[in-house]
Each structure stands twice: as C-alpha cells, then as structure tokens.
C-alpha cells in the first residue's frame, strides 16, 4: 500500500474526494482501518473518555497520547498519523507547545499533531507550524473547553457567534494548518466555511457540506451501546452485543468442559 502523506490530504480537496476520519488508539484496530483504506489515523484525546472510562478530555497526559500514537504507528503502513495535543500541553507558552508537539512526533511517530482553538490558540499554532510539523486546527465545539463552553454544545448557532467561528476558520488557514476539524456546528456554517476555505475541513456534528468526516471509532462501532451516542453519529454495528455473546459462549463452554477439546490441546 502507498504510503499517504500530508499534501496528499490537501489534494484530495482540489480532486473532490471525501476524506473519511476514525479515531484509533491500539494497534490492532490501526491495522484494520489502515487495512480498508481510511486515510488519516486520529489519535484523539477522546481515547480518556471511551477507552480509560473518564468523564471528560482533560485530564489525559502527553505521556498517554504518545503511548496510543505509537501503537497506532506501529500498525498503520498507509494512513497519516494526527495526534492530538492534550489540554495543558500548548497553551502555557510556546516553548511547551514546541516542545510537546516534537514529543509526539519523536517518541510517538505522529506525522502531525491537532490543536484546540482558533485564534486564541494561534501562536502556538504557528510556533508549531514553524517547526515543520503539520497542525490540523479544531474549532466549533472544542471539548477541552467543556467547562467554559457550560457542557458540550452546538456552537455558531447566531450570526454572531457564526462569524466567529468563520475569522476563526480564515485565520487558522493564513497560519498553515493543513486542514481544520469542525466540530459541532451548524452543516450551513460548516459547508460555507469549507466553500471558502482551500485547505479540507473535516466534520463531526457538522453535517454533509465538510470535506472530510470523523467519527470516534467506539461509537461508530457500537462498543458502549449503554451510552447515550450523540445525534450525529450513525452506529454501524452493534461490536458490544458481539464481543458479549462471544464471551457468554466461552463461559458457557469453560463452565461445560468443552474448552478446551481434544484439538486445542497438545
Ligand atoms: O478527541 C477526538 O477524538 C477528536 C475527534 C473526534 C475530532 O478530537
């Protein structure tokens, strides 16, 4: 498989491809979405809330992104890497935010890195950028900002607020990020910014107007159905009521001597 580099996202905007986006944070799930072709690898900070079982993003460490990123690395030969940079990791000074992001690139294998913010996280952005790491920007609903934002919720909905988040978008372009996350707005707002914008915007909860979707791998995947899901994610199947009736065979089996049989023994 030919390896995806970051220019080759920016060009499947001018081509009029869509870019389909998962999260992933283990080895053998990059393997598989790598294996079907999905061109670009998250590893999202959403991995403290579906994989550690934590309320929300805030509290997940460099550390613990670098150990998913490189997992994730090992097991992709196609996709691009994009990690993120947790809450803390570069919005002190931009040393940290040099410094944080190189960590993921050095120790973890990211092949670039996703900040939370428009403008007020800009010069990070471009100390970064300034590195020769690619930055993809994240703006609308930013989930590191839960507490200020009072809970996770649509964001852009006045003009106001849309305008907002549009400076954003343009500012962001004008620094160098490669492409943008639009997360939880409008689809009018989204699909205007992505009319304007020359590099790819990737949606979640941002409806069909984006150049790209992203959808956190769980809850496509159905992993947690005892989670209310979000409007906007479609499950695609039921992966918990698999993997729990598997287990509930095996049980059943271990409890009936039948495993191990004959053929599983030596
Ligand atoms: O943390 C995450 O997984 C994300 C994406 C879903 C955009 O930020």
């Keep these: 498989m030919k390896k995806i580099t970051v220019p080759d996202i920016v060009k499947m905007k001018s081509e009029g491809r869509k870019i389909p986006v998962l999260t992933a944070y283990d080895y053998p799930m990059a393997r598989i979405l790598d294996d079907a072709g999905i061109p670009i690898l998250m590893v999202g900070d959403s991995c403290g809330m579906v994989e550690?079982?934590?309320?929300?993003?805030?509290?997940?460490?460099?550390?613990?992104?670098?150990?998913?990123?490189?997992?994730?690395?090992?097991?992709?030969?196609a996709a691009v890497v994009v990690s993120d940079m947790p809450f803390g990791s570069?919005?002190?000074?931009?040393?940290?935010?040099?410094?944080?992001?190189?960590?993921?690139?050095?120790?973890g294998g990211a092949e670039a890195v996703k900040i939370e913010g428009g403008r007020r996280s800009l010069r990070a952005i471009k100390a970064v950028?300034?590195?020769?790491?690619?930055?993809?920007?994240?703006?609308?609903?930013?989930?590191?900002?839960?507490?200020a934002m009072g809970g996770y919720r649509v964001?852009?909905?006045?003009?106001?607020?849309?305008?907002?988040?549009?400076?954003?978008?343009?500012?962001?372009?004008?620094?160098?990020?490669?492409?943008?996350?639009?997360?939880?707005?409008?689809?009018?707002?989204?699909?205007?910014?992505?009319?304007?914008?020359?590099?790819?915007?990737?949606?979640?909860?941002?409806?069909?107007?984006?150049?790209?979707?992203?959808?956190?791998?769980?809850?496509?995947?159905?992993?947690?159905?005892?989670v209310k899901t979000p409007k906007y994610v479609k499950r695609y199947m039921d992966l918990k009521n698999i993997i729990s009736s598997a287990v509930v065979e095996y049980v059943i089996d271990v409890e009936a001597g039948r495993f191990p049989s004959k053929e599983q023994s030596y």
């Design 52 to 77: 550690a079982g934590r309320e929300n993003t805030l509290t997940v460490t460099l550390d613990e992104i670098i150990y998913h990123t490189r997992s994730v690395a090992r097991g992709r030969t």
């Design 129 to 147: 950028i300034e590195m020769d790491i690619p930055v993809m920007g994240h703006i609308g609903l930013t989930p590191q900002s839960v507490h």
């Design 155 to 226: 964001q852009g909905k006045s003009s106001e607020a849309a305008e907002k988040i549009t400076e954003d978008a343009r500012e962001l372009e004008k620094a160098g990020v490669f492409a943008i996350v639009l997360e939880g707005i409008p689809s009018q707002l989204a699909g205007d910014i992505t009319a304007e914008l020359g590099i790819p915007t990737i949606g979640i909860g941002a409806g069909p107007n984006c150049d790209g979707q992203v959808l956190v791998l769980n809850d496509m995947l159905g992993l947690d159905s005892t």
């Design 90 to 107: 570069y919005q002190t000074s931009v040393i940290e935010a040099r410094r944080n992001a190189a960590r993921l690139v050095a120790e």
